[in-house]
């Protein structure tokens, strides 16, 4: 039992210290933007996503929404983006 606390405890850790911020996010979003579509990759679209995008912190976890509209997860160290286009 001993053993398991602390292998929660250093996981926990590991997690808040690693926690993705909003810089993360943004450039995470820019990029995968202009490699989804080359035309928005000229046009910028992803610098202004980015820029509306806001960013949350659970502490071990982030994300960032757009319009409430989650567009990317963060946890240690990773920003994932899903597919942008589902859900219309």
């Known amino acids: 039992m001993t053993r398991f606390l602390i292998v929660l405890l250093v996981?926990?850790?590991?997690?808040?210290a690693?926690?993705?911020?909003a810089d993360?996010?943004?450039?995470?979003?820019k990029a995968e933007i202009a490699e989804r579509s080359q035309i928005a990759g000229v046009?910028?679209?992803?610098?202004l996503a980015a820029l509306v995008s806001?960013?949350?912190t659970l502490g071990v976890a982030s994300y960032t929404t757009?319009?409430?509209r989650v567009v990317?997860?963060?946890a240690f160290g990773l920003v994932v983006i899903p597919e942008l286009n589902s859900g219309r």
């Open 66 to 68: 757009i319009n409430d």
């Open 24 to 29: 993360a996010h943004r450039a995470k979003l």
């Open 43 to 47: 046009l910028g679209l992803g610098g």
């Open 18 to 21: 690693s926690n993705p911020g």
């Open 54 to 56: 806001t960013y949350h």
């Open 72 to 74: 990317s997860y963060g």
């Open 11 to 16: 996981a926990l850790g590991a997690a808040l």
